[in-house]
């Protein structure tokens, strides 16, 4: 089993985000599971208003969606950690060293070299349209980390 686990700041924009993504990327495999966490999340809170609605409206929202804190069980449980940004690796390995191993940037795998290796935008707080960028952003990173997981995972 292929324990997917991306991780952001809040965990209610860029991370859902990309939970329902790469979910949608490897909804008819039945050896993926996905969540995502946050390394500040306050635990309970709904997706924001803008991740909810452009998920929405592709068809990926979940309504049991809540936010929830980045935890040791949930970093043992990952078999591969995508990050959003240098940030949050930073932080992971720092409040969890024994995972450093399993943990990437979102975008580490990237086939457009301008994305490469770049922090995903956090939309957080700003307009509708911030929001279709970082959709837009991991939408062309995602394919990249599943093909990276594909290639490497050893069960």
């Known amino acids: 089993m292929k324990r997917v686990l991306f991780v952001c700041t809040g965990n209610t924009c860029r991370s859902p985000m990309a939970e329902a993504l790469f979910r949608d990327l490897v909804k008819d495999r039945s050896d993926y599971e996905v969540a995502s966490a946050g390394v500040a999340a306050a635990p ?78 956090d939309p957080f707080g700003q307009g509708r349209s911030a929001y279709e960028e970082t959709l837009r952003d991991l939408e062309k990173m995602l394919p990249s980390l599943l093909a990276y997981i594909e290639q490497t995972h050893k069960e």
Not at 68 to 89: Q, W, Y
């Open 44 to 121: 309970g809170m709904p997706a924001s208003k803008h991740t909810s609605a452009i998920l929405r409206e592709k068809g990926l929202f979940r309504d049991d969606f809540a936010s929830r804190m980045l935890s040791a069980d949930m970093l043992a449980a990952a078999t591969h950690v995508f990050a959003m940004s240098g940030h949050h690796i930073s932080a992971m390995e720092e409040a969890f060293p024994d995972h450093a191993d399993k943990i990437y940037l979102v975008s580490e795998f990237a086939a457009d070299d301008t994305l490469r290796g770049r922090d995903v935008s």
